[in-house]
């Protein structure tokens, strides 16, 4: 007799050893049809899996996040299974499910192109339509070795042979195909409808530039129709807001060849990371921050006092200079301990809170560079809080009211809030990690903030809240982070001399709002599309002639509001006003001002608006007046 107890906490039983499909079916058919696999005292198993014991069991369908990865991973060996029919000559290699999909890498004699990728997809939903069944089998680890070699898969072979030689491997086959995989899968084929394939890029064999180039390719899968088109069109939706394509339409900021990595930022660009730092700098001023500036190198010994060394040196540039090892810092805490540590500070002196917009330098691999989303080199709006143990819930929760009214601002109202929490390789005492963790978790509290907890995400010296956008096409962004370090100051031998008249050790809060201002910026402008908010537009206002009777007027229209301090200029080439107002109004500028006679000659300006929006005519103190108050409000025009 074998007891089954179902999620809901009834228990069924049968004579003997019973399948998950088994126990589908004799709940009722429309479940046995639905199900994908099963969840067996928690793991995840195939739907032909024999349950010989009394066992606890979860039915996973599509409409499960387990049965969604599922479906995704059995995807990835439908499109494989394509392949090798369309390309008997290919070799396979791994099918991974990643974020909204999943991807397969190829060894072939070409490169695919699209229109293979089109003939594929069409093989793969043949493939569906015939319903074959996906069947497991298990073999002893050289023997699966010595198949796939006799089938001409040496990098399958190779893969296996890496396992331990007393493994048993398992395998999966549906029709013609079988694939070393540990599972589960789909009961059969039928059961994959919507997915799409995407994309083809290039992949090193097992990451290694030194190994032979393969070919990837990506593709997306979802459990129903609607899932499908509403991912494909966010995707497109995505394509058209590119910071990359935007970047070069509205020519905010190029990437160049001579220095990968890394930004050019155009006059326009740069108008808008001015915005963006002078903004947080009025923040670092609001609310008690002492802004600094430290260098950007640093000795190799510094780094290792502080773990960084041993952590992120393949991520650091490093330099000699006179038989000394230096590197460009990827961080700015330390540097902002060793001004701490300039002159004695007093208990009453805390808490003290520095502000740097400090340049970083990180060696991130070529591959893994996107825009100004992901660089080399980049700029923090980093601030580090030193306190005592008893500041830190307090600081914790003014810092996250901050970040929310920062982030409203600049039209993010949707925040997600994690706690990081220890990971095993840590430095300090378990007692210091359970301070930490509780003060995040009790400011979010307090701060009446939902909350998920990531298990051991947190930094090798401390535990951290990360502050997670959601764009206006659902997209998340993690941009702000707190992190509570009880140790990097006693590793930088950093003190204070306490109400006692002893020496202690601050606790050190990192802190950053927006981030990577690169990264940021980046946000921003696929939020908005490019049609960034008044306040941060890089011309505000542009302004344009009908004819050249106009243009002193106009001048002198541009010279009064660049004097109050908005950013301004003007069109004033001999071409049709429909043509000028048409090709700024693609540049997105918040305000087109049109000046003709009538306008001249009454001192006034006749106003567009974003969108075309036509506000007529006014006088331009009143226009001022409209501008300043839009910018005050953070107006998102």
Known sequence: MVQI????????????????????????????????????????????????????????????????????HSTAHLLAYAVKQLFPQAQV?????????????????????????????????????????????????????????????????????????????????????????????????????????MKVAGAYW?????????????GTAWATKEDLAAHLKM???????????LGRELDLFHIDEHSPGTVFWHPKGWAVWQAVEQYMRQVYRDNGYEEVKGPQILDKGLWEKTGHWDKYRDNMFTTESEK??????????????????????????????YGEFGQCHRNEPTGGLHGIMRVRAFTQDDGHIFCTEDMILDECVAYTALLQKVYQDFGFSKIIYKVATRPEARIGSDESWDKA??????????????????????AFYGPKIEYTLKDAIGRQWQCGTIQVDFFMTERLDAEYVGEDGARHRPVMLHRAIVGSLERFIGIL??????????????????????????????RNVVKTLQNQGFRVQSDLRNEKITYKIREHSMQKVPYLIVIGDKEMASGAVAVRARGGQDLGVMSLEDFSQKLSADVARKSNT
């Open 5 to 72: 107890t179902l999620p809901d906490g009834s228990q069924r039983d049968y004579p003997g050893a019973v399948t998950v499909a088994e126990v589908a079916a004799s709940i009722g058919s429309g479940l046995a049809k639905a199900a994908l696999a099963g969840k067996v005292n928690g793991k995840t198993v195939d739907t032909s899996t024999l349950i010989d014991a009394d066992a606890k069991l979860a039915i996973i369908t599509a409409k499960d996040a387990e049965g969604l990865e599922v479906i995704r």
């Open 93 to 197: 290699t791994i099918g991974p499910v990643i974020e909204n999909g999943f991807f397969y890498d190829f060894s072939f004699e070409r490169p695919f192109t699209m229109d293979d990728l089109a003939v594929i997809e069409k093989r793969m939903i043949e493939l569906s339509n015939k319903d074959e069944p996906v069947t497991r089998r298990v073999l002893p680890r050289d023997e699966a070795v010595a198949y796939f070699k006799g089938m001409g898969e040496h990098y399958k072979a190779e893969i296996i042979a890496s396992i331990p030689s007393n493994e048993d491997v398992s395998l999966y086959r549906e029709g013609s195909f079988e694939d070393l995989c540990r599972g589960p899968h789909v009961p059969s084929t039928g059961k994959l409808k919507h997915f799409k394939l």
């Open 206 to 218: 097992r990451g290694d530039h030194k190994n032979e180039m393969l070919q990837r390719i990506y």
């Open 235 to 245: 995707l497109e939706e995505a394509e058209k807001r590119d910071h990359r394509k």
């Open 324 to 353: 000394r090892d230096y590197a460009l810092k990827p961080m700015n805490c330390p540097g902002h301990i060793l001004i701490f540590k300039q002159g004695i500070k007093s208990y009453r002196d805390l808490p003290l809170r």
């Open 437 to 458: 963790e509780h003060a995040l978790i009790e400011s979010l509290r307090r701060s009446g903030c939902e909350y998920e907890i990531s298990p051991g995400e947190g």
């Open 525 to 554: 402008i696929e939020e908005t599309a490019g049609a960034l908010p008044l306040w941060l537009a890089p011309v505000q206002v542009m302004v344009l002639n009908i004819t050249d009777a106009q243009a002193d007027y106009a």
